[in-house]
C-alpha cells in the first residue's frame, strides 16, 4: 500500500516537473501579443497621405485629360470651324476697310471659338499693330510661330513689330527667319524680292552699307512682283555713304524711271501725288551729287525737273526754296564770265617790243 502510494507521489512529482515545460506556450502568447508603438503608426499614416495624393493625382489628371478631349471634340466639330472660319472673313474684310477695332473684334470671336487657324492668329497681329497695341500684336505672332515655326509671314510680321518698336536687331533677325523659312516652304503672301528689301533697309539704318547694297541688288534681281522705286532710292543712300556717288545717281535715275512708268497707272490722285513727291526728292538729291562730281549742267536740269514737279504739286514753299538754289547756281556757274579782270588775273599776253 505503501509502494503504491510511493509511486503515485512520483508519478506526480514527474507530471509536476513536466508542467513547466509545457508552460512555454505562454512565453509565446506573450512574444505574439500585439503592443501599442507610436512610431509604426506614423508610418501607416505617412504612407496613407502619400497613397491619397497620388490617387487625388491621376483623379485630376484624368479629368484634365477627359476635359481636353472634349475641347477637342468641340474644336474638330463641323459648327464651330464654319463659326470661326466666317468670323475670320468679316474680320479680314473690316481690316481692308480700316475697320480695325471692328476687324479686331471678329478676330477675337473666330479665335474664342476654339478653332481659330494659324492666320488667324496672324491677321488679327497685324490688326493689333495697326492700331498701336503692340503688346497684344506681339502676343498674336508669338502664338502663330508656336503653332508653326516655318511660317515665313508671321516672321515678316514680327519684324515690322520690332522695327516699330525701334529693335533692329531682333527684326533683322526675323527677317533672315523669314528668308530661311520662305526658301524652305514658300508662301503666295509674301516674296524673296520683299524680304531681301526690308532687310537691306534695315542693314542701312544699322549703316551696314555694303550688307544693304548686297540686299538691294537681290531685292532688284529678284524675277516676281513688282519693282519698289524706293529699293534704288535706298541703294542709292547707301552708294552715297560709301562715296560711290556715280552708282548713286544711276539708281535715283532708276527710280525716276521706275515712278514715271507707276504714276501712269496710280489709281489716285494720292497716290499719283506721292510718287510725284518721291520723284521731286530723288531729283534733287542727284542735283547735289552732280554738284559733286562737278557736273553743274546735269544739277542744274535735275532741279529745274525737280522745281517743275513742285509746282505742278501746287507745293509753292518748295518751288521757291528750289527756285533759289536754281538762281545760286546760275550765279555760280557764270561768275567767272562776268567777273571783271584784274590786274593779277589777267591773262598773259606777249609784250609789244618798244620800237
Request: some cysteine; hydrophobic content about 40%; aromatic content about 8%.
Amino acid at each position: 500500500m505503501k509502494k503504491a502510494s510511493a509511486n503515485k507521489i512520483n508519478n506526480y512529482k514527474k507530471r509536476a516537473k513536466v508542467r513547466p515545460v509545457a508552460s512555454k506556450p505562454s512565453v509565446k502568447t506573450n512574444v505574439q501579443k500585439p503592443c501599442f508603438n507610436p512610431w509604426s503608426l506614423s508610418i501607416y499614416v505617412y504612407w496613407f497621405i502619400i497613397l491619397f495624393f497620388i490617387a487625388a493625382t491621376f483623379y485630376i489628371l484624368g479629368r484634365s485629360h477627359n476635359s481636353m478631349s472634349n475641347t477637342r471634340d468641340v474644336q474638330i466639330t463641323e459648327e464651330v470651324l464654319l463659326q470661326a472660319a466666317d468670323y475670320y472673313e468679316k474680320g479680314k474684310e473690316k481690316l481692308l476697310a480700316g475697320n480695325i477695332d471692328e476687324a479686331i473684334g471678329d478676330l477675337s470671336t473666330a479665335i474664342d471659338a476654339g478653332a481659330a487657324s494659324m492666320e488667324t492668329y496672324i491677321l488679327r497681329g497685324e490688326a493689333q499693330m495697326q492700331a498701336g497695341n503692340y503688346r497684344e500684336a506681339m502676343n498674336d505672332f508669338n502664338t502663330a510661330l508656336y503653332k508653326d515655326p516655318t511660317n515665313a509671314v508671321a516672321y515678316y510680321d514680327r519684324a515690322l513689330l520690332n522695327t516699330r518698336l525701334e529693335d533692329y536687331n531682333a527684326a533683322l533677325n526675323d527677317i533672315n527667319n523669314a528668308l530661311a523659312a520662305n526658301a524652305q516652304k514658300p508662301s503666295p503672301m509674301i516674296q524673296m524680292r520683299d524680304l531681301y528689301a526690308k532687310r537691306g533697309q534695315l542693314n542701312l539704318w544699322l549703316k551696314n552699307w555694303e550688307g544693304a547694297i548686297a540686299d538691294y541688288t537681290n531685292s532688284l534681281a529678284r524675277p516676281e512682283g513688282t519693282v519698289n522705286p524706293s529699293v534704288y532710292a535706298e541703294r542709292a543712300e547707301a552708294y552715297t555713304a560709301i562715296g560711290n556717288y556715280a552708282d548713286a545717281i544711276n539708281d535715283y535715275s532708276s527710280a525716276i524711271r521706275v515712278i514715271s512708268e507707276q504714276i501712269q497707272g496710280a489709281p489716285t490722285i494720292e497716290e499719283r501725288e506721292a510718287l510725284s513727291n518721291s520723284a521731286m526728292n530723288y531729283f534733287e538729291k542727284s542735283a547735289a551729287l552732280n554738284l559733286n562730281l562737278g557736273n553743274s549742267d546735269v544739277a542744274r536740269t535735275d532741279l529745274e525737273s525737280a522745281y517743275t514737279i513742285a509746282v505742278a504739286l501746287n507745293d509753292t514753299e518748295t518751288a521757291a526754296r528750289l527756285q533759289g538754289l536754281i538762281n545760286e547756281l546760275i550765279q555760280v556757274t557764270s561768275a567767272p564770265a562776268q567777273q571783271p579782270v584784274t590786274e593779277s588775273a589777267q591773262p598773259s599776253v606777249p609784250e609789244t617790243p618798244i620800237m
